[in-house]
């Protein structure tokens, strides 16, 4: 799959997921396990903690979603390969986060959403508001694509697929 095609699906897909199950960190994550056939049910329900801004609000699940694909892509395998195992993923990972935060103006989702993830009222709420889901749908669809943008770079400096 091309790498137009490969955006194109993971845009959409993220996006569907969103709109229709929420769980942004999910939505990006399982777009690419389907796209590039990584599909691991452990993984995807761990995510499921980094929704919310890890459901207080703090880094958009969008972009922490996002960051794992990446690590699933060039992070490190195991941990007998030390801090240089680490130091592969630094760079898309930084170019990920400084997108984000250029595109939106904040990587915290309390700030993107308007939303207090400790008050059950203002979830409720945030749920409830179409003006801004709709919001947090183009945001997990662009995330998507961006990660989409950055992998085949990654790869092909490092050499690696799993």
Same mark, same amino acid.
């Given at each position: 799959?091309?790498?137009?095609?490969?955006?194109?699906?993971?845009?959409?897909?993220?996006?569907?997921?969103?709109?229709?199950?929420?769980?942004?960190?999910?939505?990006?994550?399982?777009?690419?396990?389907?796209?590039?056939?990584?599909?691991?049910?452990?993984?995807?329900?761990?995510?499921?903690?980094?929704?919310?801004?890890? $459901?207080?609000?703090?880094? @958009?699940?969008? !972009? %922490? #979603?996002?960051?794992?694909?990446?690590?699933?892509? /060039?992070?490190?395998?195991?941990?007998?390969?030390?801090?240089?195992?680490?130091?592969?993923?630094?760079?898309?990972?930084?170019?990920?986060?400084?997108?984000?935060?250029?595109? $939106?103006?904040?990587?915290? @989702?309390?700030? !993107? %959403? #308007?939303?207090?993830?400790?008050?059950?009222?203002? /979830?409720?709420?945030?749920?409830?508001?179409?003006?801004?889901?709709?919001?947090?749908?183009?945001?997990?669809?662009?995330?998507?694509?961006?990660?989409?943008?950055?992998?085949?770079?990654?790869?092909?400096?490092?050499?690696?697929?799993?």
């Amino acid at each position: 799959m091309s790498q137009e095609e490969l955006k194109r699906k993971v845009g959409v897909l993220a996006s569907r997921y969103e709109e229709e199950f929420h769980g942004c960190s999910q939505a990006v994550l399982l777009a690419f396990q389907e796209a590039l056939g990584l599909k691991d049910d452990l993984l995807f329900r761990a995510a499921g903690s980094l929704v919310g801004g890890m $459901y207080s609000g703090l880094t @958009c699940g969008a !972009l %922490t #979603g996002g960051l794992l694909v990446i690590g699933m892509r /060039v992070g490190r395998r195991k941990m007998e390969e030390g801090l240089e195992g680490l130091l592969e993923s630094f760079d898309p990972a930084q170019r990920l986060v400084k997108w984000f935060e250029a595109e $939106y103006g904040t990587t915290s @989702c309390r700030e !993107l %959403t #308007g939303t207090d993830w400790f008050d059950m009222e203002q /979830v409720m709420l945030f749920l409830r508001s179409p003006d801004k889901l709709k919001e947090c749908v183009k945001r997990v669809g662009k995330t998507a694509e961006k990660v989409a943008e950055i992998i085949p770079e990654m790869e092909e400096r490092s050499g690696s697929q799993p």
